[in-house]
């Protein structure tokens, strides 16, 4: 095999302009094979053994990590600002939550409480902020009021038991290492179902603004029939108090975005929304306001969670929370801690977290100080909740509260995002747009379940119609590139250069094939080499092929059959290691023939460029050491004859006056192509 190389790769091939050219051997993966890889298992071991008491510690208790190299007089103070920033910020968006998901506002409260510890503890992220959020909220209304009614006790059972759910399936994924999946969802689905999901959820708090119920729905036209069907029921004071609580919450917000001065207003907004609804009750007692009510004092008791028998019914909104939550599996241990305490799922807020990492969070020890915060509430703080105004008739949700999740979620209408993906690509648009359309008819589930289909199966698609380019050599040197992106690029008739960008394997060498054939039947356009009129050497370059499987190479010997019967010699160029010993195990190496494998592409092209000058289109007649025979064969007298001839013959072009080959061009057409071949 070595001495096989040596005669096809040291013989020097006097092929462009006269100069020697050298093609590089290309070695056979299994003359150097490196040591083969240790198992999972065996690394696992290892590095098990490697760990210390203080790794394995630092592995159960991640924030051991932080505590260790703790800055006390750089990190506490910036921790301290933090934790109390998003501390108050969460309090009433806490309470606002639970009753958009259907429950108490004390039940936002104990989901911001005890999960808020235990990620402090377990969680990886040190400026992720933990508790209840709208779209989760929504969530948990949508599946548990199909199955009970909000009223009932059973209802907040399931809402404690659907976190414990979540928070296993959260753990599980975390151990697994299954983050990996939520790659394969398309960002702009993602921007899609929060656009849409914002626009429900403040449709369906609008009904405290309006003063009269509307129907319970995660679809948009069921809210938009039931609001235009209550219309004669409208009152002003609600509709007045919301809109001002509204106005005051935005225009804080929007200070707080755009001055780092003022960055405390857009955290404190939501408690000044409850601060001053709460002062108008106290002092004027409108009559068409009524108030939340009493709300209970004290830190949450211990309990198993009930309603396992709902178990089923509730795992498909359990793994669609999981979905939409950040995979950690800190957050997993959260909330089954929480549901002990009786919380509902909690996740990472993205608007909460944003202010957190913006007030300097540092540590985890920010998050301790939030459930502090969190946890003087429920000691001391409920009996000032009393009096937060709520719509009359005592609609489920507070007029501030109402007000406080309509402007959380407008954050979250990203149509900015559409205009942009509309710009620059209409697939992305396309997915962005199918996600929010659905989502708003058709609900969240099926929202979610449409757009990561979508998402799928255009990525199924890009993978089974991979892109391929015919390569072309950029003038003045051995580098190859796509011809539609480097017109000037040189290509050679009779030889068609082909670059595949994608592994190869059962899915596309189908579609592999077709695009190979298609070259033959339509020649691309070439500008250099011989005048011959059909494909005699296609080249394919295998630098970005990371995998072939075994219906690949079934279909690569056949195709190679194909050509053989039509005198179409295939050379492969720089495969990597993995390719090329899977083809030679499989015989399409000897079946190809070694002579025929080449480092670079530029090395192929010189030799299929030598072959197919040096005889004539009807005769040309291949064989698997094709290339060693052409690398001996133009060392021959009457070869080296013919190419002193035609450097003369340049020569004398040059001294006659011309700059350049694009100046001076030969008259007879057999000299232009010499000549073409002399100036490569």
């Not at 051995?478 to 082909?498: D, F, K, M, S």
């Not at 133009?634 to 350049?660: A, C, H, M, N």
Request: aromatic share 10%; proline share 5%; with cysteine.
């Amino acid at each position: 095999m070595e001495k096989s190389y040596a005669s096809a790769s040291s013989g020097e091939l006097s092929a462009v302009g006269g100069r020697p050219v050298r093609v590089i051997p290309l070695r056979h993966p299994q003359e150097r094979s490196p040591p083969s890889p240790p198992s999972w298992w065996s690394v696992a071991v290892e590095k098990a053994r490697a760990m210390g008491p203080r790794d394995w510690a630092e592995a159960a208790l991640p924030c051991l990590s932080w505590m260790r190299s703790y800055r006390w007089e750089e990190d506490l103070q910036a921790d301290l600002a933090a934790g109390i920033t998003v501390g108050v910020m969460l309090v009433p968006q806490a309470m606002s939550y639970a009753k958009l998901a259907g429950l108490h506002p004390i039940y936002g409260l104990y989901t911001g409480f005890v999960p808020l510890f235990v990620y402090a503890i377990f969680g990886s992220s040190r400026q992720l902020a933990v508790g209840p959020v709208a779209l989760v909220s929504l969530l948990v209304s949508n599946v548990l009021g199909s199955i009970v009614d909000s009223s009932s006790e059973l209802y907040t059972e399931l809402a404690i038991l659907l976190a414990f759910m979540v928070g296993i399936l959260e753990c599980l994924m975390g151990l697994l290492r299954l983050g990996w999946l939520i790659r394969f969802i398309s960002h702009s689905v993602i921007s899609g179902f929060t656009t849409a999901s914002a626009i429900v959820i403040g449709l369906s708090q609008i009904k405290y603004f309006l003063g009269y119920s509307i129907t319970r729905s995660s679809k948009i036209i069921p809210l938009i029939e039931s609001i235009i069907g209550g219309i004669d029921q409208f009152s002003w004071p609600p509709f007045v108090m919301g809109s001002s609580f509204l106005a005051i919450l935005l225009t804080m917000k929007n200070l707080g975005k755009s001055n780092k001065r003022l960055r405390f207003l857009r955290a404190s907004g939501p408690l000044t929304a409850v601060v001053l609804g709460t002062i108008f009750v106290k002092v004027f007692h409108p009559s068409s306001i009524s108030v939340v009510g009493e709300i209970p004092q004290g830190l949450p008791k211990f309990s198993i969670p009930r309603g396992f028998e709902h178990l089923m019914s509730l795992m498909p909104t359990a793994i669609l929370i999981t979905g939409v939550a950040i995979l950690l599996f800190g957050l997993g241990i959260a909330n089954v801690c929480g549901s002990f305490f009786s919380s509902y799922p909690a996740t990472g807020s993205f608007s909460r977290s944003a202010v957190n990492h913006e007030s300097g969070a540092k540590t985890g020890l920010s998050g301790i100080i939030m459930g502090i915060i969190i946890g003087g509430a429920l000691l001391f703080m409920t009996p000032l909740f009393t009096d937060i105004p709520q719509a009359r008739l005592a609609i489920t949700v507070t007029c501030a509260l109402a007000a406080i999740v309509i402007s959380a979620v407008t954050g979250l209408v990203d149509y900015e995002e559409a205009i942009f993906l509309w710009s620059i690509d209409k697939k992305d648009f396309f997915l962005w747009a199918i996600t929010f359309i659905t989502t708003l008819i058709f609900g969240i589930e099926i929202g979610v379940l449409v757009g990561v289909g979508f998402s799928l199966a255009f990525v199924i698609h890009e993978s089974a119609n991979p892109h391929i380019a015919v390569l072309g050599r950029l003038p003045g040197t051995t580098v190859y590139r796509n011809t539609l992106q480097y017109p000037e690029a040189y290509t050679y008739n009779g030889i068609v250069v082909v670059r595949i960008d994608a592994p190869i394997y059962f899915a596309n060498i189908s579609y592999i094939k077709d695009r190979l054939r298609e070259y033959e039947l339509n020649l691309p356009n070439s500008n250099r080499g011989p005048d011959v009129s059909r494909v005699y050497f296609v080249i394919l370059e295998m630098s970005p092929v990371t995998y072939i499987d075994s219906s690949a190479v079934q279909a690569l010997k056949d195709l190679y059959q194909e050509y053989k019967s039509r005198h179409i010699q295939i050379a492969i160029a720089n495969p990597n290691r993995q390719v090329h010993l899977l083809l030679s195990r499989s015989g399409m190496i000897d079946m190809i023939g070694i002579g025929w494998c080449f480092v670079r592409v530029h090395d192929a092209v010189q030799v299929c460029l030598q072959k197919v000058q040096s005889s004539s289109s009807s005769s040309i007649k291949l064989s698997p050491q094709a290339s060693e025979d052409l690398a001996v064969s133009i060392t021959t007298p009457k070869v080296q004859q013919r190419y002193s001839f035609l450097k003369k013959l340049w020569k004398s072009q040059d001294e006659s006056g011309s700059t350049g080959y694009r100046k001076s061009r030969p008259k007879h057409k057999a000299q232009t192509q010499r000549v073409d071949v002399l100036k490569e």
